[in-house]
C-alpha cells in the first residue's frame, strides 16, 4: 500500500515549516542524517527518510513543543527554501505523512529525481540532496529540551 505525501499545492511553501531535531551544522550530521534516511521505517513500510514534524499552519514554536526533543538544537526550514535547494541539483521534496502515537504530526522527509518517475525516493541518498538540505536548514536553541527517559 502507497504511504500518502503532502501535496505541495494545498499548502504555502513560503510560510510551511519543517523541524528536525539536532544541530544541522554539525560537522557529523551529514552522516548521522546519511544513516537514518537509509535506515527502513518499521511502522511504514515502503518509506525511507528523514524523521521531521510538520503541520500546515503550526509555527516552530508549536512544532518544537510537540517534539519535546532531548537535542539542545533544532533545525528547521520552509517548504520553499528546502524545494529550491533540491531543485538547485534536480531533486523535489517527498515528504510521506508518517504520524506516530506520540508524534501525530510526524513525517518522513524524502528526496526524489526531478524527472517524470514521480516520487521514487533517492535510495541510498547520495552527498548532493544531503548537502543541499544541510543547507536550507536553520539551526536554533530548542527551548523545549527535555531530557531522554
Not at 32 to 56: D, E, I, W
Not at 105 to 127: F, Q, R, W, Y
Amino acid at each position: 500500500m502507497a504511504i500518502a505525501t503532502v501535496d505541495f499545492t494545498r499548502i504555502s511553501p513560503l510560510v510551511e515549516i519543517v523541524v528536525r531535531a539536532g544541530d544541522a551544522r554539525d560537522p557529523r550530521t551529514r552522516e548521522r542524517m546519511r544513516n537514518a534516511y537509509n535506515t527502513p521505517l518499521t511502522l511504514f513500510p515502503g518509506a525511507v527518510g528523514l524523521s521531521c514534524l510538520f503541520r500546515p499552519g503550526a509555527s516552530l514554536d508549536e512544532l518544537a513543543r510537540e517534539g519535546a526533543y532531548p537535542n539542545p538544537m533544532l533545525s528547521y526550514a520552509t517548504v520553499d527554501r528546502l524545494q529550491w535547494e533540491l531543485a538547485q541539483i534536480g531533486y523535489h521534496l517527498v515528504l510521506f505523512i508518517t504520524p506516530t502515537h506520540q508524534f501525530p504530526d510526524h513525517h518522513t522527509l524524502a528526496v526524489a529525481k526531478a524527472s517524470g518517475s514521480g516520487n521514487v525516493v533517492e535510495l541510498p541518498i547520495t552527498n548532493a540532496p544531503l548537502d543541499a538540505l544541510q543547507r536550507a536548514l536553520v539551526v536554533v536553541h530548542n527551548p523545549y529540551q527535555t531530557p531522554k527517559p
